[in-house]
């Protein structure tokens, strides 16, 4: 009998079944991670759509507590008689603490000495900036040092400064009346008189904040193009003729800024004529020739212990600032159209 050798051909594989829970399992994990792309896919939506107010939460709850909620409480107190030694005692009267304003005589003094300080204060003090801004927008030698040294008033503290002022203002041995009776003018009694004190704490005002003003409107000259500036030199304009023609014009908004500012810094004026008057408190002079409205609000307040009085000075002040907004962005818009 031959031997015959047998080959036998691998059967093809065959797929192994798979059993009822196999089945369930991997569909479990399916749906599982359905769910999970689900809900990654709704956190993300959520993330999007949220962050933005997360991040910016912070800054109102920080204004809802510390600005808006002192400025209703102001308005409210302004509405009662509320003195400062019972606070919690509050009593209705209505618009009493507005109306008596219209006829107090100290108020509108107030109202006029902060005027005339902003008017003395804001105009050279922005004319100065503008034009020290003009110099530093040149290559100087040495320019970094010069814009340092310009926005040093700005970072001294203010009653460090009016002391010092207060001293070089002094009627018997200030160095202003040396220098005045030096070229034979007679000395100034700059505490006592009215325009004379007035100046003075203008004087305080444009020296802490001309060089801030200065960095603000340099920031403002270096993005001026350069190709105005090409233009009107092919044309024959001067250094000056380009400051007044291209430099003013271009600077217009933040000039309009700063002006606005200005203003309102002036309304809310209250360090600097406070501690100018030395140990006589915030009457702001013998005869108040120079208390401002922050001072008189100081005074009625926390010295006559009035806070519903104060308290209606204030917010007549914010309506003041209002008004001085709104005429501002009038103007604004006219001027644009």
Not at 2 to 31: F, H, I, M, N
Not at 85 to 98: A, C, E, H, R
């Amino acid at each position: 009998m031959t031997d015959e050798t047998v080959v036998l051909s691998p059967s093809p594989s065959r797929p192994a079944r798979k059993g009822k829970g196999d089945g369930e399992g991997e569909g479990a994990r399916g749906a599982g991670t359905g769910r999970g792309q689900a809900w990654r896919s709704r956190r993300y939506r959520w993330d999007l759509r949220w962050s933005p107010y997360a991040f910016v939460a912070p800054f109102f709850l920080f204004f809802a507590a510390f600005g808006l909620f002192p400025l209703l409480y102001t308005g409210w107190a302004a509405l009662h008689q509320v003195e400062l030694t019972d606070p919690d005692s509050m009593t209705w009267v209505g618009l009493k603490n507005f109306t008596r304003l219209w006829d107090d005589e100290f108020f509108w003094n107030a109202l006029r000495n902060t005027v005339t300080i902003g008017l003395l204060s804001t105009v050279p003090q922005l004319a100065i900036a503008l034009g020290l801004a003009h110099l530093l927008n040149y290559r100087l030698r040495g320019s970094a040092f010069f814009r340092v040294a310009v926005l040093t008033p700005y970072a001294t503290s203010v009653a460090a400064a009016t002391l010092v002022f207060v001293l070089l203002f002094g009627r018997d041995y200030g160095m202003v009346n040396w220098a005045l009776s030096a070229v034979g003018l007679e000395a100034v009694d700059w505490q006592n008189g009215t325009f004379a004190s007035q100046l003075a704490v203008s004087t305080i005002v444009i020296w802490r904040w001309t060089g801030y003003n200065a960095l603000i409107y340099l920031a403002a000259m270096q993005a001026v193009p350069g190709e105005l500036y090409e233009s009107a030199a092919l044309d024959g304009a001067s250094r000056w003729q380009q400051f007044l023609h291209v430099t003013v014009p271009s600077l217009r908004p933040t000039i309009f800024f700063t002006c606005v500012v200005s203003t309102i810094g002036a309304t809310q004026l209250f360090g600097e004529p406070l501690l100018f008057n030395g140990g006589a408190g915030a009457t702001g002079g013998s005869d108040h020739q120079f208390q401002t409205l922050g001072l008189y609000l100081y005074e009625q307040g926390w010295v006559n212990l009035h806070l519903g009085r104060a308290s209606a000075i204030a917010w007549a002040m914010f309506l003041i600032l209002l008004l001085i907004a709104g005429a501002a962005r009038l103007l604004r818009g006219r001027e644009a159209s």
